[in-house]
């Protein structure tokens, strides 16, 4: 078990210290969960060798009742490795038609982007995009949603997700070889969820049939990511000579086929940050 454990650790290890450039600032999103504890461990730990400035956020949404208890965690940890945090309070009320999980996720994103620093370090790991892929493709989600969470954002290139081809059995093994204390969110027990239905009750049993669903199902979001590029380069093709100062021209679809079309109107859209409209709403 020792041994497994260590050999977990190295992986991880390994993968940081080549996952980003020497000499960068980078901020790490703490939420204080194993994930983003092991993540800040880990950079805490190559950071001299490796030249990089480290700096914490922790997001204070405010829904769980233990929510200020995470707050001080954080600053404590952050504390012990001298690392600077800050602690940016939203307010998820406002966008709560999103969903829950959306809404928070809108909200992570507009504080990273306001923070000054090379890369914006986030700990999704490889069950993370199996649960994320599952969900979207649930949905109905197209080639861009299928391609789940990217390595590195394409829409904002500061964003990666260094342990993304990591499992959670990993990171666990990681976090009791070095011995590290971090916090429980309560909801991730709640199985109202779809997420935590998934990882609770649909994945395990999956793992029995097919043990390695990680490894494929992740190569098949990288499929789609590929995918969703191509339709992007036509997109920016068909589009061309057609979008000025953030207008398209309809004379741009009358000469497209109905798929290239709505092809074009959906990247248009999502470049905007515009809300993409659903298929049917499309026909």
């Not at 590290?180 to 990882?199: C, T």
Request: glycine share 6%; hydrophobic share 45%; charged share 20%.
């Amino acid at each position: 078990m020792a041994n497994t454990r260590k050999s977990h650790s190295d992986n991880l290890t390994h993968r940081l210290a080549t996952s980003l450039p020497d000499g960068s600032a980078i901020l790490i999103g703490l939420s204080g969960g194993v994930d983003s504890v092991v993540l800040l461990h880990l950079l805490h730990h190559l950071a001299a060798s490796h030249g990089w400035q480290l700096s914490a956020l922790h997001i204070h949404h405010g829904i769980s009742p233990n929510a200020d208890h995470w707050a001080e965690f954080c600053a404590a940890l952050c504390a012990k490795l001298s690392i600077p945090l800050h602690i940016e309070k939203v307010n998820i009320a406002p966008l709560r038609a999103l969903g829950l999980e959306a809404a928070a996720r809108q909200l992570r994103h507009r504080a990273f982007a306001a923070q000054h620093c090379d890369f914006v370090a986030l700990a999704h790991h490889a069950d993370d995009q199996v649960e994320t892929l599952l969900l979207q493709l649930l949905r109905g989600a197209g080639v861009r949603g299928a391609a789940a969470m990217p390595e590195r954002s394409a829409k904002a290139h500061r964003i990666v997700r260094p342990l993304l081809h990591s499992t959670r059995e990993e990171i666990l093994a990681y976090a009791a070889c070095n011995e590290l204390a971090w916090i429980e969110d309560e909801s991730n027990a709640d199985e109202a969820y779809p997420r935590n239905f998934l990882r609770h009750r649909l994945l395990p049993v999956l793992s029995e049939k097919f043990p390695a669903y990680r490894v494929t199902l992740g190569r098949g979001a990288q499929h789609f990511a590929e995918a969703s590029e191509l339709l992007d380069d036509l997109a920016r093709l068909d589009g061309t000579g057609f979008i000025l100062d953030n207008t398209l021209q309809v004379g741009a679809l009358r000469g497209l086929s109905i798929t290239r079309a709505k092809n074009l109107l959906r990247y248009f859209l999502y470049q905007l940050g515009c809300p993409v409209p659903q298929a049917a709403q499309l026909d």
